[in-house]
């Protein structure tokens, strides 16, 4: 049975939009894409600013598929990281498959920070408000977060019927 599941896609070095776009157009299955914004960095080292969307598919994929998918996105834009929470140019994070908890080895769904970051949850609340009303204290995090997430625009529409 399908399941509508939710990535979250960021990138802050090189071609920052073209990465974004690059992992759009290879992802299978996807249903919906949101508009993309600017975002300060949370925590790391010094670095610049992101540009993040949330992206819809509609899939049979498992949990460890998906996982694997988004690996494969986040090596196919060549991904350079030295340091953990540095800078990338793509970091594709699994958040969503329709309320399943995962808690294995290498994979922990939902998302165990989604729930605390703007860049997530202002994206997210564009495709699925309902879901994002339901996190607990998602209004207040996302109302602290409303002067560093910044909406720059929309990707090409790659999705098969334009949903
Ligand atoms: O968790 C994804 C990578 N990441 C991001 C991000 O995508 N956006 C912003 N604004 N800050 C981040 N810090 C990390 S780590």
């Not at 988004?70 to 594709?92: F, H, M, N, S, Y």
């Amino acid at each position: 049975m399908k399941r509508t599941v939710y990535l979250g896609l960021g990138s802050n070095l090189g071609n920052r939009l073209e990465y974004l776009q690059l992992a759009v157009s290879n992802l299978p299955d996807v249903s919906k894409v949101s508009p993309v914004y600017e975002t300060a960095p949370v925590g790391g080292p010094d670095q610049g600013p992101y540009l993040n969307c949330v992206v819809q598919l509609k899939t049979e994929l498992t949990g460890q598929d998906l996982l694997a998918e988004c690996q494969k996105q986040e090596k196919l834009a060549d991904r350079i990281r030295k340091e953990r929470w540095g800078p990338r140019t793509l970091d594709v994070d699994l958040l969503w498959i329709d309320g399943e908890v995962i808690e294995e080895e290498n994979l922990t769904v939902p998302h165990p920070r989604m729930k605390e970051r703007g860049f997530v949850l202002i994206p997210l609340r564009d495709l699925d408000p309902t879901l994002v009303d339901s996190f607990p204290n998602s209004q207040k995090v996302i109302s602290g977060d409303l002067d560093s997430v910044i909406k720059i625009g929309t990707l090409l529409d790659e999705t098969p019927n334009g949903e």
